[in-house]
């Protein structure tokens, strides 16, 4: 069974830059598709990113090109960099798996890791 796990998150002022960290496991890391998405307390699922195995990406429109995906292969683990974080950034962030086509639809991603929370103060 496939496990993700989520890390890099903290508090962090606006403007600065951020890496989060997707590490996979249990199953073989080519293949699915990894996406990154957050999810607040009360609100819904929002598409952040997601990458490919031959390393096609979609970004949601929120980041506004503010943010890049990429993955290590060697390392089986798949990384979004945030860059001029805002306040409005602040969330819970969730790495997880979708088997299917490229979709920016977070209702297709399943296997969600625990998450990890970033605070963008201002």
């Known amino acids: 069974q496939v496990q993700l796990v989520e890390s890099g998150g903290g508090l962090v002022q606006a403007g600065s830059s951020l890496s989060l960290s997707c590490v996979v496991s249990?199953?073989?890391?080519?293949?699915?598709?990894v996406g990154w998405l957050r999810q607040a307390p009360g609100k819904e699922r929002e598409f952040v990113a997601a990458i490919t195995r031959t390393e096609a990406i979609y970004y949601g429109d929120w980041p506004k090109g503010r943010f890049t995906i990429s993955r290590d292969r060697a390392k089986s683990t798949v990384y979004i960099h945030m860059h001029t974080v805002t306040p409005e950034d602040t969330d819970v962030y969730h790495c997880?798996?979708?088997?299917?086509?490229?979709?920016?639809?977070?209702?297709?991603?399943?296997?969600w890791g625990q998450g990890t929370q970033v605070t963008v103060s201002s």
């Open positions: 997880a798996i979708h088997t299917g086509g490229l979709t920016r639809d977070a209702r297709n991603y399943d296997s």
């Open positions: 249990g199953r073989p890391f080519d293949s699915f598709i």
